[in-house]
């Protein structure tokens, strides 16, 4: 089995390659190719990548290449999570969306509307090149804003899945709680990619028993905390939002904290100089601890089972990840991608029913699946009415000065991104 890892040198890459190697009797790799333009990043995180499998045992073979089409030919599944502009463009999506009084995030709101922009011709002419070198390959998105490039890829008929480590991380937080193992965690886990609710937690299945309200009974205390979002909060929902719902529930609170500290850019820049300098280590032959900070925690275990199932192999039947909605939302298009629990086989992912959606949650993933028709619309035609449009249906932006003050800045600052401005 071959996979290749588009975005190979990036330092989230060793957290992948250390789960491929626990997990080798699920996901039997025998040749794994890191892909990557940036060479000297790549030779380093490449070098750790082969040390990881040695010491544990693991008989497939690490490569590199700068070639993307070398890298995912004869590919059975190719995972993208490239980050175009590198942290330069994130600490510029951190920072100008504040100049205007707005939440400066890399996956929403402005900032991810620019990320978009820059993503999605990316990801499309990549897998136009997997799909001509291998039409058979599976895609597995990882790449941000992973809903909007997620629909990208299936609209232009590619064999592709969108994942995040969002409900991975709930299923192990709650697990450990609990006092279960993960796999006896089943979510009901409904919404877009980073717009989510954990609606019930179900022991033993789909159809286990809901232990949600005894879950924030005993730890409601913990699991706000997590969140950095009031405990009453948490209480009046009985559910739990995703992490990313504070940017919505707590806007103003959340835009005076961002402009009193450094962007959280600045924070991951300094660790990665840090990682690279760990990774050129001869002698280091484990992920190293400082790594867990960098963010993606289970990213490895997730990508694993979900390349297992896609596969063939020893996947989870239910999992988490971005597919069509397909109906599984009666108030969304069918074409609207949505993160929700789903059968996963060689056959793709087939969301499972989804109990009717409270209004509360229903009008706001509704609104924000309308910003991402446009965002979509504005990434692949360009302009800059459309992407106006796409700013002022935003929820987190909503009022014309605003979309008018981002839309300039937006464009200004991503220039040599956009072939069309």
């Not at 997620?150 to 064999?159: I, M, S």
């Not at 717009?195 to 879950?215: D, K």
Request: glycine share 10%.
């Amino acid at each position: 089995m071959k996979l290749t890892v588009v975005g190979g040198g990036s330092t989230y890459t060793p957290e992948l390659i250390d789960g491929f190697a626990r997990l080798r009797d699920t996901l039997p790799i025998t040749e794994l190719v890191l892909v990557d333009p940036a060479a000297e990043r790549l030779e380093l995180v490449g070098g750790l990548a082969r040390r990881i499998f040695a010491k544990q045992d693991h008989a497939g073979k690490v490569t590199t290449t700068t070639d993307l089409d070398a890298g995912v030919e004869g590919a059975d599944a190719v995972l993208l999570q490239l980050r175009v502009g590198g942290q330069a463009a994130r600490l510029q999506d951190e920072t100008w969306p504040l100049e205007c009084g707005c939440v400066g995030q890399e996956t929403t709101g402005a900032g991810g509307l620019a990320k978009a922009l820059r993503t999605v011709p990316v990801v499309l002419d990549i897998a136009e090149r997997v799909r001509r070198t291998n039409p058979d390959a599976w895609i597995i998105d990882f790449t941000n804003p992973v809903g909007i490039v997620t629909r990208a890829l299936l609209q232009a008929g590619h064999k592709a899945v969108g994942l995040c480590n969002v409900a991975i991380g709930f299923q192990r937080k709650f697990a450990a709680l609990l006092g279960v193992t993960p796999a006896e965690v089943h979510l009901d886990h409904v919404g877009l990619n980073h717009l989510t609710w954990e609606r019930a937690v179900r022991i033993g299945g789909p159809e286990g028993e809901n232990v949600l309200p005894r879950l924030l009974a005993e730890h409601g205390d913990a699991v706000a905390d997590d969140l950095r979002l009031p405990r009453p909060v948490l209480d009046r929902l009985g559910v739990v939002p995703s992490y990313y719902l504070r940017y919505f529930y707590a806007h103003d609170e959340v835009v005076r904290e961002l402009g009193t500290k450094p962007s959280r850019a600045a924070e991951v820049a300094a660790m990665e100089k840090e990682l690279l300098e760990l990774y050129g280590d001869p002698t280091l032959d484990e992920k190293p601890a400082l790594l867990a900070k960098r963010g993606g925690a289970f990213y490895s275990e997730a990508a694993v089972d979900l390349a297992a199932s896609l596969l063939g192999g020893g996947g989870s039947p239910y999992q988490v990840v971005n597919t069509y909605n397909n109906g599984t939302l009666p108030f969304l298009p069918d074409d609207a991608v949505i993160e929700t629990q789903a059968a996963v086989g060689a056959h793709g992912a087939t969301p499972l029913p989804v109990a009717p959606v409270d209004p509360l949650y229903a009008g706001l993933i509704a609104n924000v699946t309308a910003y991402e028709d446009l965002a979509l619309e504005a990434a692949l035609r360009g302009g800059r009415d459309r992407v106006f449009k796409a700013l002022l249906a935003h929820p987190l932006v909503g009022q014309y000065a605003y979309a008018e003050g981002l839309t300039d800045r937006l464009i200004a600052h991503n220039r040599e991104h956009l072939a069309w401005a």
